[in-house]
């Protein structure tokens, strides 16, 4: 069973999913679902796991929060899983590029597979997709827009603030 619940973030609304399992996405304001294969018919169900992920969010966009725990419930293929992972452990306010994750999966030419596995990351944010980098250190693709992306670097000092800001 799915529980979701919406919240007002500073990067705009964010769809969150969870299951009695863990959290198992989040979504930007006008996705339909398809990037994560799930479907978004629920609005604000009570349930623990959406409490503290509402709670641990604010937290993040107040700059009070650096990391998360929640228990996550993801669904992917072995290596979309290991990207994931990766995403996990780079730390907040740093960056990485996709040949540097793909270096630290011990697959050097699947630079594309881990960018196509960091679409598909179901939790946003939580599991930082947002600190992956092109090569030349652009703002490459992100579900919720390069300007999100931007401004979540912004947050976390990884980038110099602009003018776009919370």
């Known amino acids: 069973m799915y529980y979701y619940r919406n919240m007002d973030t500073?990067?705009?609304?964010?769809?969150i999913i969870a299951t009695d399992q863990?959290?198992?996405?989040?979504?930007?304001e006008k996705e339909d679902g398809s990037r994560v294969k799930l479907p978004v018919s629920g609005n604000n169900d009570p349930h623990p796991l959406l409490d503290?992920?509402?709670?641990?969010?604010?937290?993040?966009?107040?700059g009070k929060r650096r990391s998360f725990e929640l228990p996550?419930?993801?669904?992917?293929?072995?290596?979309?899983?290991?990207?994931?992972?990766?995403?996990?452990?780079?730390?907040y306010g740093e960056t990485r590029t996709y040949q540097q994750l793909a270096i630290q999966l011990g697959n050097p030419k699947a630079v594309r597979a881990v960018g196509a596995a960091?679409?598909?990351?179901?939790?946003?944010?939580?599991?930082?997709?947002?600190?992956?980098?092109?090569?030349s250190g652009s703002l490459t693709g992100f579900a919720g827009g390069v300007a999100v992306k931007e401004?979540?670097?912004?947050?976390?000092?990884?980038?110099?603030?602009?003018n776009t800001l919370f």
């Open 10 to 15: 500073p990067v705009g609304r964010l769809l």
């Open 22 to 28: 863990g959290l198992r996405a989040i979504l930007w």
């Open 52 to 62: 503290d992920t509402v709670q641990q969010l604010g937290e993040y966009f107040a």
């Open 72 to 91: 996550l419930h993801l669904e992917g293929t072995p290596f979309q899983r290991q990207v994931w992972e990766a995403l996990l452990q780079i730390p």
């Open 118 to 135: 960091n679409g598909k990351n179901p939790v946003s944010i939580v599991a930082p997709c947002h600190r992956v980098i092109g090569s």
């Open 151 to 162: 401004k979540l670097l912004t947050l976390e000092g990884a980038i110099k603030k602009t």
